[in-house]
Nanobody, 124 residues
């Protein structure tokens, strides 16, 4: 079992930034892709970004592509999501998840281990 813990969420005004962190409990997670998925109130979970096992490939939701950056440090089993130019529509609970695969897939069903989520609220 891999435990996943997110941190760094909060409340900001539109145009500002947040940086989310995600730490996995086992080094074996370093061989898998890591992703961020969000869920807004009343909506289904939505893929946001993912990074491959070695950090060489990333994948983003189109609406965040020019504003968010995902990265990882395999040595510490930690992943990050830098979110810039935040918009009110980015308000959601953000979940970090460890994929079953080495490549960054977009489907939430491809992720095996999930964190509890961190609330990010962006006010206008």
């Amino acid at each position: 079992q891999v435990q996943v813990v997110e941190s760094g969420g909060g409340s900001v005004q539109a145009g500002n930034s947040l940086r989310l962190s995600c730490t996995a409990s086992r080094r074996t997670a370093s061989n898998n892709a890591i992703g961020w998925v969000r869920q807004a109130p009343g909506s289904e979970r939505e893929f946001v970004a993912a990074i491959s096992w070695n950090g060489g490939t990333t994948n983003y939701l189109n609406s965040v592509k020019d504003r968010f950056t995902i990265s990882r440090d395999r040595a510490t089993s930690t992943a990050y999501l830098q979110m810039n130019l935040l918009k009110p529509q980015d308000t959601a609970i953000y979940y970090c998840a460890i994929s079953r695969h080495a490549v960054p897939c977009t489907a939430p069903t491809t992720y095996q281990y999930w964190g509890q989520g961190t609330q990010d609220t962006v006010s206008s």
